[in-house]
């Protein structure tokens, strides 16, 4: 693969910049999108409302992909990142509101924290390119 098959995309986060990476990348026939949280810029949405948390970051993820011609159609794994296993059955109806038609593969993970203790879910997402086609 040459660099010219590799693509990043920024999203204007604090944290893409001030930790050096990139808010997805397309790399061959997949698009991989960074840990997103309901953060927009220095915004947090759903603050206390896990479920609210894990729609606004999987949307800024599906938006992500829309750089690169995508939509949800395209995605074939999810990950949610919990700080509290209480919000998983709230993380997951927002993942089935969005997700289920598509049903990727998916993992769920409870963590000790993240970078701002008020944010309680975090999500990536990872796209194929040829799925259009399928």
Do not use: C, N
């Not at 986060?13 to 949280?37: K, N, Q």
């Not at 609210?52 to 993820?61: L, N, P």
């Not at 924290?113 to 879910?121: M, T």
């Amino acid at each position: 693969m040459t660099s010219d098959a590799v693509r990043r995309v920024q999203s204007g986060s604090p944290w893409e910049e001030s930790f050096g990476f990139a808010r997805a990348v397309a790399a061959g026939d997949r698009v991989l999108v960074a840990g997103t949280t309901s953060f927009k810029g220095h915004v947090l949405y759903g603050e206390g409302d896990p479920y609210e948390q894990a729609k606004v970051a999987f949307t800024g993820a599906i938006e992500a992909l829309g750089e690169f011609g995508l939509g949800i159609e395209s995605v074939i794994r999810t990950r949610m990142y919990l700080t509290h296993a209480r919000d998983i059955d709230e993380a997951g109806r927002a993942h089935k509101d969005l997700f289920d038609a598509v049903r990727p593969v998916s993992t769920l993970l409870v963590v000790e924290g993240f970078v701002d203790p008020r944010i309680l879910v975090e999500v990536e997402v990872e796209a194929f390119r040829g799925a259009e086609q399928s």
